[in-house]
């Protein structure tokens, strides 16, 4: 498994010299929200061209660091990469219809949630989504209750992960494909 901090200099180096360091200097004094923010601003800056796995974990650093929404449609907006990229595709979108929890998996936890379908292995079909609850005024909880892997069309989920094992999930996925 890759360690934040490599993951960090990955996507660092996806940038010229003086934005990538900058990228590192948010990472050195704990300021991740800032570096990711400053990443995706770079990306669309330079008209870095990015694969669409690369888009997916870079996805999952914004939601493990709490930015997510702010950086989804910059983020979505990045130019496209390496067409011959077999991973993983981010299928969120603004007009995504979240699926009732009972239609993606049997596992109790999930009854009373909102999957959102996030990220699609392009090999398998496999899905990666996120599990909100849903508040009173009718939107969906800021953060993800669970994790939850799928296949689309089956009642059957193939796994379920706790709020802060976003990565794991994605490990999963990785895992689940390869073995498939």
Known sequence: MIDE??????????????????????????????????LVAGLL???????????????????????????????????????????LRLIEHAHTVPLPGSSVGDDTALVDLLVVPWIACTRCGQVLARAHSQEPWGDLSYLA??????????????GLFAPDSAWDALAQLRMSCSQA
């Open 145 to 158: 209750r669970h994790y939850v892997l799928f296949f689309p069309g089956r009642s059957a989920s193939k």
């Open 45 to 87: 800056k330079h008209q870095v061209p990015i694969s669409e796995t690369v888009r997916a974990e870079i996805a999952v650093a914004a939601e493990v660091w709490g930015m997510r929404t702010a950086l989804a449609p910059c983020l979505g907006q990045c130019l496209s990469g390496d067409q011959e990229d077999t991973g």
């Open 5 to 38: 901090g490599t993951r960090w200099r990955r996507f660092a180096a996806l940038l010229p010299p003086a934005d990538a360091r900058e990228i590192l200097d948010c990472w050195d004094i704990g300021e991740q929200e800032a570096g990711l923010d400053q």
